[in-house]
């Protein structure tokens, strides 16, 4: 069996192709199971955490924005079940970018080593936060039969296909800063602060129709404002926004692309700078 050689030249990347990145499927499966074990192996609030912190966001935003604010909800739905929802896709977010933005950096044995393409390592990365979205979403139906007292929707068979622009999203923001990370470490810090602004911005613990016309339409461009309407109609039979669903679809394509562009132009310098 003849063998495949791949040769890289200086100030050059390798081509990336669907069948490089299925040669190294299996290590692309090590590290992402290695981040896994390390998320949970001897810990004793490894899982407790990932289930109490979107119920605890949930009751902190509950009553902040619905019975200080006095912020309305969906009529027949109760008002921590939307926050749960925002909640439950915000945390998948935040965690794939805080998470996949310092994968280049934290693997740099690697990365000088031994040739890859290195785009497997942010991407593994982020699959832990695959875990902990599946155990919160256990939750999330737990509390369902709980307070709404029923069963979802056909609609909610749609629910799988919102994740889909809020991972594209996700992924190339961590594609683009991941790379920019590595030759400017400020970003480390500034995405923690970029988050935590963004969970306010967001339609999390509010419905987006609380907003006022005219700041909604400026709400309407961050993709996370469709990505949620959507949810919620797939859950709870929302009233769903076109715009805002255009834009979702439009600008996680844009962000996606994007970021794979700033990765494969950077990546020529990683081992150099990291």
Same mark, same amino acid.
């Given at each position: 069996? +003849?063998?495949?050689?791949? *040769?890289?030249?200086?100030?050059?990347?390798?081509?990336?192709?669907?069948?490089?990145?299925?040669?190294?499927?299996?290590?692309?499966?090590? @590290?992402?199971?290695?981040?896994?074990?390390?998320?949970?192996?001897?810990?004793?609030?490894?899982?407790?955490?990932?289930?109490?912190?979107?119920?605890?966001?949930?009751?902190?935003?509950?009553?902040?924005? #619905?019975?200080?604010?006095?912020?309305?909800? %969906?009529?027949? /739905?109760?008002?921590?079940?939307? /926050? =749960?929802?925002? $909640?439950?896709?915000?945390?998948? =977010?935040?965690?794939?970018? +805080?998470?996949?933005?310092?994968?280049?950096?934290?693997?740099?044995?690697? %990365?000088?080593?031994?040739?890859?393409?290195?785009?497997?390592?942010?991407?593994?990365?982020? *699959? %832990?936060?695959?875990?902990?979205?599946?155990?919160?979403?256990?939750?999330? *139906?737990?509390?369902?039969?709980? !307070?709404?007292?029923?069963?979802? +929707? !056909?609609?909610?068979?749609?629910?799988?296909?919102?994740? @889909?622009?809020? $991972?594209?999203?996700?992924?190339?923001?961590?594609?683009?800063?991941?790379?920019?990370?590595? #030759?400017?470490?400020?970003?480390? #810090?500034?995405?923690?602060?970029?988050?935590?602004?963004?969970? =306010?911005?967001?339609?999390?613990?509010?419905?987006?129709?609380?907003?006022?016309?005219? !700041?909604?339409?400026?709400?309407?461009?961050?993709?996370?404002?469709?990505? *949620?309407?959507?949810?919620? !109609?797939?859950? =709870?039979?929302?009233? /769903?926004?076109?715009?805002?669903?255009?834009?979702?679809? /439009?600008? +996680?394509?844009?962000?996606?692309?994007?970021?794979?562009?700033?990765?494969?132009?950077?990546?020529?310098?990683?081992?150099?700078?990291?």
């Amino acid at each position: 069996m +003849s063998k495949v050689y791949t *040769i890289i030249e200086a100030g050059r990347v390798a081509p990336l192709t669907f069948r490089e990145l299925w040669r190294y499927r299996e290590l692309f499966m090590m @590290l992402a199971w290695r981040n896994i074990i390390v998320r949970y192996k001897q810990t004793v609030l490894g899982v407790i955490w990932a289930l109490a912190r979107p119920l605890a966001t949930m009751a902190a935003f509950s009553v902040i924005f #619905h019975r200080v604010a006095k912020l309305g909800g %969906v009529s027949g /739905v109760p008002y921590p079940m939307l /926050v =749960f929802s925002g $909640v439950l896709l915000w945390q998948f =977010f935040a965690g794939m970018v +805080s998470t996949g933005c310092d994968a280049l950096v934290g693997n740099r044995g690697l %990365v000088t080593k031994v040739y890859f393409p290195r785009v497997i390592i942010p991407v593994s990365g982020v *699959i %832990v936060c695959v875990v902990d979205f599946l155990l919160a979403l256990i939750v999330f *139906i737990g509390a369902y039969a709980i !307070w709404c007292r029923g069963v979802f +929707s !056909w609609r909610a068979a749609l629910f799988p296909l919102v994740l @889909l622009p809020l $991972v594209m999203c996700a992924l190339g923001i961590v594609l683009g800063l991941s790379a920019l990370n590595v #030759h400017y470490r400020d970003f480390r #810090h500034v995405v923690p602060f970029l988050l935590q602004l963004g969970l =306010f911005v967001s339609p999390v613990g509010f419905v987006g129709t609380a907003i006022p016309g005219t !700041w909604r339409v400026l709400a309407q461009l961050n993709p996370l404002y469709g990505i *949620i309407g959507m949810a919620r !109609w797939s859950l =709870f039979g929302a009233a /769903v926004e076109p715009t805002a669903v255009l834009v979702a679809a /439009v600008g +996680s394509l844009l962000c996606l692309t994007l970021g794979f562009l700033i990765f494969r132009s950077q990546e020529k310098g990683f081992s150099d700078y990291i």
